[in-house]
């Protein structure tokens, strides 16, 4: 479903005449099937959150190959990856990133206001995804109304309301505590395991890593492992 290769990514940092130029990807290279869980772990500043962004098209590599679905996506305009983006990917990210003057509805139906979908048709969807993710309750809250687990399952509620085959979380349960991320966690390996979505997770802590069924791991600007966990 992903195949990376020879990805390489420099940033230059700082004052004109005095920049540093740090090469945070040195080729990265991975796979990763329909279906899977992967982690991809490293320390802060290794290059994670880097990889993410160029891997949804936020970002473009210096070189390199990024093939997902069988298209080549690394030299995409920014229209074009704008667009790929919306039919492949969901975002989950550590500090949830909903809009707080928008209901917990409002948020989730989002994306399929932005796809231009009719409003019943709108209505039946959210009202699913409301129920699978356990937020039926709630609908009408604002954000900051919520926990802090309610709001991460508002922002993953929000990732696959328009069906993405991939959800890229980054640190998804960074800013919960123990309790809640085990929710969290749990509540993506349901999703994982009932609706088909490819997760690529990315963390510093080994624990959330454990869920994965592969663990790929960031290390001076490589990418390494892949070790298969057995369940
Ligand atoms: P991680 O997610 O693993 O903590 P990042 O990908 O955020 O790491 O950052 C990797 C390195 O790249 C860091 O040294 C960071 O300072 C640098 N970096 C990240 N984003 C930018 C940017 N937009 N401009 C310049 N440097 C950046
Ligand atoms: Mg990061």
Redesign the pocket.
Known sequence: MIKVDSLKHT?T?GKKGKENR?E?LKGINFNIESKEIVAIV?K????????LQILAGFLKADSGSIIINNTEIAHFSEKESAAFRMNHFGFVFQNFQLLPGQTVFENIELPLKLKGIRQPVRKKKVQEILKKVGLMEVEDHYPNELSGGQQQRVAIARAMITNPPIILADEPTGSLDSQTEQDILLLIQQLNKNEGITFVI?THDEEVASIANRKLR?SDGFLVGGTKYAF
Not at 44 to 51: A, I
Request: charged share 5%; net charge positive.
């Open positions: 940033f940092i740090v945070v490293g802060s500043g290794s290059g994670k959150s880097t990889l990315i960031m």
